[in-house]
């Protein structure tokens, strides 16, 4: 079974979201639920680049893009722990899901 690392995941419905930002933080409107979710600036780049991907994105393709790292022996620790929570909650509201073909 894949670590949570390397699980892809991808945006539930991507056609239907629709979501704006403002300085550092996005709303975002789910159609499917009627559901609207206010996003703090890390979460609002991980849904950019959910949406980016069209195969769904790693946990660490998602650390590398929003901690501006590609350096693999980089501390990057914390930033996997706030993707990861992000890419948590966005489950539970629905918005993405892990990739589980």
Do not use: C, Y
Not at 61 to 76: C, E, H, R, Y
């Amino acid at each position: 079974m894949a670590s949570d690392i390397e699980e892809r995941w991808l945006l539930t419905a991507p056609g239907a979201l629709a979501w704006r930002t403002w300085d550092d933080e996005t709303v975002v409107f789910n159609q499917l639920t009627g559901n609207t979710h206010l996003l703090n600036d890390l979460g609002g780049e991980v849904l950019r680049q959910l949406a980016a991907a069209d195969h769904g994105s790693s946990v660490d393709a998602l650390v590398a893009a929003v901690s501006g790292s590609s350096d693999p022996v980089a501390d990057v620790v914390p930033w996997r722990r706030a993707v990861a929570e992000v890419l948590s909650e966005f489950a539970r509201l629905g918005l993405a899901h892990p990739d589980k073909s």
